[in-house]
């Protein structure tokens, strides 16, 4: 069954350019809201799970509970800060000396697995908050 696109997928989609890099629901909504205060919250947060879920932006999920979402981008990592919660992109090339890439598929070969995605998340302080 093909899905249908909603005005207000469209809405929320379109709002999403005028986030930060990795943005909480909280984020778009606000933006949302100015434009189209009669949207709900639960409008908003449906139609961002259902973009998440159809690969248009991709979900992060930090180990403090937090959901954050951001645009399509190469495979990356993320370093959150402990004194502001910033959160910014660590490009896997830098890590490359440590091959992270093979991780999914150490863990697939090693326990019969099929891995769609893994996560790791780099926590210290920012040069900011140093």
Known sequence: MKERNT???KIVS???EYCPPHFSIEDLYSIIKEEYPSIS???V???LRQLAKNSQIRQVVLHDGLERY????PFHYHFKCVTCDGIFDIDTGVLSQVEFGKISKLVEESY?????Q??????GNCNSCE
């Open 7 to 9: 005005l207000q997928r």
């Open 112 to 116: 019969a697995l099929t891995v769609e």
């Open 45 to 47: 947060y449906r139609n």
């Open 41 to 43: 919250k639960t409008t």
């Open 118 to 123: 893994h996560y790791v998340m780099f926590k």
């Open 70 to 73: 951001e645009r399509n981008s």
């Open 14 to 16: 379109d709002a999403i």
